[in-house]
């Protein structure tokens, strides 16, 4: 997992409890916090930390991954505005998350394990999103939706409707407007 | 924990994390670094291909003209030789058949064959009509030289697979050299063992006699031309060096064009023909000059220890 993601999530920690409680965590999973955006770490140590932070605010792993979510979008624009920007509309941004966002990924690290998103439009005018990664954060990519949806202003209505932690084969969401 | 030491802690982190991200960027800007001179070595091969792929669809483009050309002169010159070798023969009976026939005349009218010849202005006329000939059989021999230059240009697969000892060839050259030399020019060999070249010697000798009759030619009376050999990491380089009167810049570009000369009565081929069989042994032929000081050809040419 990139750096980036572990360095949002000590933000996260950082900007809405106490820099305090982010020590407690990673002296809990036995890491050094040293983290660098550009660089690669073990995806394990980030669930564990994600798991450490479950336990002690009583989250579920989906709540906390949502929230993260959420909150690694403004991260994210804050770094790379420039992907959110040059869209028009919430649809045709995460229309351009596979095709634009995870290209531009790879090109700085062909190592890099970037999920993959397929924006379907169903003809009754549904958006169905299908997410599928060997990680299974998607609970993640819920909370990334939702900041992209805040951040072009609109609400919408997330359903998932399978997932790949139940056995299906990628995890599906439907996503309507509020 | 206080907030202070708490702050800290995770100060020496981010100084941690910020050593990190210098090291990533010095291994990054490395790797770029190294990627920019290998994609710049590469350009540079693509472009020395790319020019040789010019040169060598352009000789071939000169080779389809000169064997057409080759073909179209040769018959004609060679009808027009004959004719005038005939002409030459019958210009000599008539001259005979002329002086019977003033001999005659003055037998039978004393002083009318010196009369009859000076009305005709005929000691003239045989002397310029043999020179006339004489003229123009030299200037078919040139023709014939000409077109036997240009077949070369017709011949871009013939350098054949000889294994052949380049400095016996420039030795060779040389001696040949030595009875058509018309300047007191002295060649000095610089001669280095070095390994064989692939090829046709025959057709080395040609290139390089006729660098070294162009070096020659650089000299109005007398001068010095020197000539070496030596192994440069793979490669046979031969330089033929002259104290002439060197190559003005202007002209560089274009000394090894077909047909451009300035030292008369050369027929401007020369270079060409030593460039083109250079390339068909897989070499490569550089010019350097400095106007007044002299002239500096080089010769690199594949060794079979390739």
Known sequence: MKGAVFVALQDMIMDEFELDLWHQIIDAVGSDGVYTATLNYDDQELMAIVGEICSRLSLSRADALRHFGRYLFDFLHRGHPMFADSKADFHSFISSIDGVIHLEVMKLDDQARPPKIEVQTRPDGDTRLLYSSERNLCHLAEGLLIGAADHFGINIELEQLCCRLEGAEVCEFRIGKA | ?306
């Open chain 2, 1 to 306: 924990m206080s907030s202070l030491e708490s702050y800290q802690r995770e100060l020496e982190i981010q100084r941690r994390a910020r050593r990190l991200a210098e090291t990533q960027l010095e291994d990054k800007s490395r790797e770029l670094y190294q990627k920019n001179q290998a994609l710049e070595t590469a350009l540079s091969q693509l472009k020395e291909q790319q020019e040789l792929l010019i040169a060598k669809e352009k000789q071939a483009s000169i080779g389809q003209l000169s064997a057409g050309l080759a073909h179209e002169i040769n018959n004609p010159n060679a009808f027009v030789q004959s004719n005038l070798e005939s002409l030459h023969k019958y210009v000599v009976q008539l001259t005979d058949a002329i002086h019977v026939l003033l001999e005659k005349m003055d037998k039978l009218d004393a002083g009318s064959a010196a009369r009859f010849s000076s009305d005709f202005d005929l000691n003239f006329l045989v002397q310029d009509a043999s020179d006339l000939i004489q003229e123009s059989v030299q200037g078919t021999q040139r023709i014939q030289r000409i077109v036997q230059g240009l077949r070369y240009f017709s011949q871009t697969d013939h350098k054949g697979d000889k294994h052949f000892d380049i400095n016996i060839c420039i030795i060779s050259t040389i001696e040949l050299l030595s009875h058509e030399q018309e300047t007191q020019v002295e060649i000095i060999k610089q001669l280095s063992v070095v390994p064989d070249c692939a090829g046709n010697p025959t057709l080395m000798s040609l290139a390089i006699g006729n660098i070294l009759k162009n070096a020659s030619q650089s000299h109005p009376r007398s001068g010095h031309i020197t000539i070496s050999s030596q192994l440069v990491g793979q490669e046979i380089q031969i330089r033929v060096t002259d104290d002439g009167d060197g190559i003005q810049p202007q002209d560089m570009a274009k000394i090894f064009e077909p047909f451009y000369t300035t030292k008369q009565p050369s027929h401007g081929l020369g270079l060409t023909i030593s460039r083109a069989i250079v390339r068909q042994h897989d070499g490569h032929i550089d010019c350097s000059s400095h106007p007044g000081e002299g002239t500096e050809i080089c010769i690199r040419l594949p060794s079979t220890t390739n």
